[in-house]
C-alpha cells in the first residue's frame, strides 16, 4: 500500500509515545520501561515522553491506579536511551516552583547529552493538587504564573545575566543555573493546550514547539492559523515553531492502518504526532505497531 502513493505527504511527520500508564506492577515496571526505550530507538521514533501528574488521571483510570514521578521517571529514560527527545507532557506550572523546574529541565539536558524538552502547561486537575496539599489557585492567576515561570525559565538560561527576578507571584534573589544546559540556546519549551486566546498566544511569544490536543487531524488548521495570527502579532516565525499533536480520538491498532490515519497530520503541517501508550507490552506495541508506521511515514515524505 505504502507504493502507491496514496497516503503521500508533503513532509516527514516523525512519531513519538506518551507513556502514560504504569499498570505493568512495581516490579516490572523498571524492564518494562527499559524495554521500551530500546524499542523506541530502534524504530526511530523521535519522542518519549511521560505524565507529569501525581494521580492517575480520573479520566483514563482511576486516580488510586498506579502514576510514577515524572522527572524521575524521564532520567531514567535518559539512561536507557541516546537519541529520542525527552520531556513531560507537560509539567503542570503549579507542581514546582520555576527556579527548581528551570534547575531540574537543566539536569534532564545535561544527563541526556540536550534531549531535554521542558513541557508546560496551566494545570488543570484540582484533585491531586487538594489530595497532596499543593496550592491551586484560579485559572487566571495560573497562567499568569505560566507566563512568570517562562521568564524565570528563560532566565535561569540566560548566562549573561543571573540576576534577580521580581514578578507578581515570584521573586528570585539570583538566577543562578550551573551548569548550564547542553542545548544551545537553552532546552527546547513546549506549551501545551490547544486555549487559542491565552496558551497560543504563549507559544508565539515564549515556545519553542506547541503540543495540541485534538479529537481528529480536521481540527489542525483551524489551530494551526490561529497560531501563525499570534506569531504574526508578536513578529515570529510561525514556521521556527515545532508542531506537535496528540490524537485524541479511536486510532487503528495496526501498522498499515495506523500510516494511513496519521499521514492526515502531516498535510497541515504537524512535524510531530505523539501516541498515547495502550495498557500491556509497550516494547511490543511499539515493535509492533509504532515502528513499522513510523517507518512508512518517513517513506511517505
Not at 16 to 28: D, K, P
Not at 53 to 80: C, I, K, R, S, V
Not at 108 to 118: E, H, I, N, P
Request: with cysteine; aromatic share 6%; charged share 25%.
Amino acid at each position: 500500500m505504502v507504493g502507491d502513493g496514496a497516503w503521500e505527504t508533503e513532509h516527514d511527520v516523525r512519531l513519538g509515545v506518551h507513556i502514560n500508564r504504569f499498570n505493568q506492577g512495581a516490579a516490572r515496571l523498571g524492564g518494562d520501561l527499559a524495554a521500551a526505550c530500546a524499542a523506541a530507538e530502534a524504530g526511530g521514533l523521535g519522542w518519549l515522553s511521560v505524565m507529569d501528574h501525581y494521580f492517575q488521571m480520573e479520566h483514563n483510570d482511576a486516580a488510586e491506579d498506579p502514576m510514577l514521578e515524572a522527572y524521575t521517571t524521564l532520567g531514567f529514560l535518559a539512561a536507557h536511551t541516546s537519541t529520542v527527545r525527552l520531556g513531560a507532557l507537560v509539567t503542570g506550572v503549579t507542581y514546582r516552583h520555576p527556579g527548581l523546574l528551570a534547575k531540574i529541565v537543566t539536569t534532564l539536558d545535561v544527563v541526556s547529552g540536550g534531549r531535554a524538552t521542558l513541557g508546560l502547561g496551566a494545570a488543570w486537575y484540582e484533585r491531586e493538587h487538594r489530595g497532596l496539599g499543593v496550592p491551586f489557585p484560579p485559572l487566571g492567576e495560573r497562567f499568569e504564573r505560566l507566563e512568570e515561570t517562562l521568564r524565570i525559565c528563560l532566565r535561569m538560561w540566560d548566562p549573561t545575566d543571573d540576576g534577580p527576578f521580581e514578578g507578581e507571584h515570584y521573586r528570585l534573589a539570583e538566577t543562578l543555573c550551573v551548569p548550564a544546559p547542553v542545548s544551545a540556546p537553552h532546552p527546547e519549551i513546549m506549551i501545551g493546550g490547544n486555549g487559542e486566546r491565552k496558551t497560543l498566544r504563549l507559544v508565539a511569544r515564549y515556545a519553542d514547539a506547541c503540543n495540541l490536543l485534538l479529537p481528529s487531524a480536521d481540527e489542525v488548521p483551524h489551530k494551526l492559523d490561529v497560531l501563525r495570527r499570534h506569531c504574526d502579532d508578536v513578529g515570529r516565525d510561525h514556521d521556527a515553531i515545532r508542531k506537535t499533536v496528540v490524537p485524541l480520538g479511536h486510532l487503528p491498532d495496526d501498522a498499515d492502518g495506523l500510516t494511513a490515519a496519521l499521514a492526515r497530520y502531516a498535510e497541515p503541517g504537524i512535524d510531530t504526532v505523539v501516541l498515547r501508550s495502550p495498557d500491556g507490552d509497550l516494547a511490543r506495541w511499539i515493535d509492533g505497531v509504532v515502528a513499522p508506521a513510523a517507518r512508512r511515514l518517513a517513506e511517505l515524505g
